[in-house]
């Protein structure tokens, strides 16, 4: 089997399995990131969903004010248009429940597959419309590790 | 006293760097009043054959290439010149301070109008759409793409606005440096720990949605890049 490289980066996939699953799904290759996903370990698991989830942090920061609401709004309204345009997926609710949380505005939400969803979602898009170059994503990445690292373990 | 003459030629030297330091806000108000200037004059004059208008639309260029070239060598003089002249002065921080709030403010200003420029452009974009004249559905299209810039504008002063901010706080009060911002943000969790099974189906979906609307995603590759350096380095070229 062989996997293809992402679009936005020349360079030879990560070694590490969540972050070339995550720089995968980022580029829209679902296939070799699904193809990553089913090779997780447990271990592998909760790193993937600690780096998306300080991915989504990150992005949120650099592209809102903690006090725009309505930017937060107009967002939501733009990922559902372009991703969900049966208006069946995003709950816009929780799309801004999630950004609002991310902003530290909102108090943590369950850990649901629903809710997994729409922040992956917003993800996709957050880092998307910033069209990093290949440079800046690997900027981005780099960040993001550096929180995943910084961040206390789990209980 | 042997160095008073030398301590003078500094300090005439430093007032000197310093007055060439002035004229930096004046040289970039210059260059963008010729890209006003450029601008309009080429909206009016673009493809007329009268040998005035393309002379006026040349000319113009050439006094706007000139200005920003004008406006980078004595940015490039002080910037070098300041360290090495006995009598140049270190930037103020109040000086980038001034410098970036000007920025934000002119950045600010720009995004204000974006939502009410979108509006129109989509009410005009929808009604050529539905029009039956081809030439109405080409405008439409083109509106289209520019409405599909703006929205781009705008996610770039907003990250560029934020970036900003960030840096004048680190710099005016030490707030949120970057090894602090990190510490903060790696505390924040807007979604609990999930099970396995939360995970896989929640990846599962958000993955399949992903790949339905592929075309929306928007990355540059080193090729984009280059290209993008390349055409600027070209448009330089041509306004020589």
Not at chain 1, 5 to 18: D, E, I, L, M, R
Not at chain 2, 41 to 68: F, I, K, M, S
Not at chain 2, 220 to 240: A, D
């Amino acid at each position: 089997m062989t996997t293809k490289k992402p679009v936005t980066t020349n360079q030879p996939a990560p070694s590490n399995q969540p972050v070339a699953a995550l720089t995968y799904l980022m580029a829209g290759q679902v296939h070799a990131h699904d193809r990553w996903v089913q090779r997780f370990t447990e271990a592998d698991r909760q790193h993937y969903l600690d780096l998306l989830s300080a991915l989504f942090v990150l992005c949120a920061d650099r592209r809102f004010r903690r006090d725009d609401h309505g930017a937060v709004i107009r967002f939501v309204a733009s990922v559902r248009e372009r991703f969900d345009p049966d208006r069946t997926m995003v709950d816009p609710v929780i799309a801004e429940n999630l950004l609002l949380a991310a902003l530290g505005r909102h108090e943590t939400l369950p850990a649901t597959a629903e809710n997994i969803t729409v922040q992956t979602l917003l993800t996709v898009a957050l880092v998307s419309d910033e069209q990093p170059s290949p440079a800046g994503y690997d900027a981005l990445l780099r960040e993001v590790d550096a929180m995943v690292t910084t961040a206390s373990p789990p209980g | 006293m042997t160095d008073a003459p030398v301590e003078r030629t500094d300090t005439a030297d430093g007032q000197a760097l310093q007055v060439a330091a002035d004229t930096i806000d004046v040289l970039r108000t210059v260059a963008l009043a010729m890209e006003t200037t450029v601008t309009h004059a080429e909206e009016q004059l673009d493809g007329t054959r009268h040998r005035d208008a393309r002379l006026a639309t040349d000319r113009y260029q050439a006094a706007l290439h000139e200005a920003w070239e004008a406006y980078g060598e004595v940015l490039d003089a002080v910037s070098a010149g300041r360290p090495q002249l006995p009598g140049g002065r270190p930037i103020a921080v109040a000086s980038i301070l001034y410098g970036l709030q000007t920025a934000r403010q002119h950045a600010a200003h720009a995004a204000a109008q974006l939502s009410d420029l979108r509006q129109r452009l989509t009410y005009a974009a929808d009604r050529l759409h539905r029009s039956e004249h081809p030439h109405a559905q080409t405008t439409a299209d083109r509106l289209a793409v520019a409405l599909g810039r703006l929205r781009d504008v705008e996610v770039s002063l907003s990250v560029g606005t934020g970036a900003v901010d960030r840096y004048v706080d680190a710099l005016d009060t030490g707030a949120d440096p970057p090894a602090a911002r990190t510490a903060r943000l790696a505390a924040v969790r807007p979604i609990a720990s999930p099970n396995g099974d939360a995970l896989a189906i929640g990846t599962r979906m958000a993955a399949t949605v992903v790949a339905a609307n592929r075309r929306h995603l928007r990355f540059r590759t080193r090729w984009q890049v280059f290209r993008q350096t390349l055409w600027n380095n070209v448009k330089r070229e041509i306004r020589l």
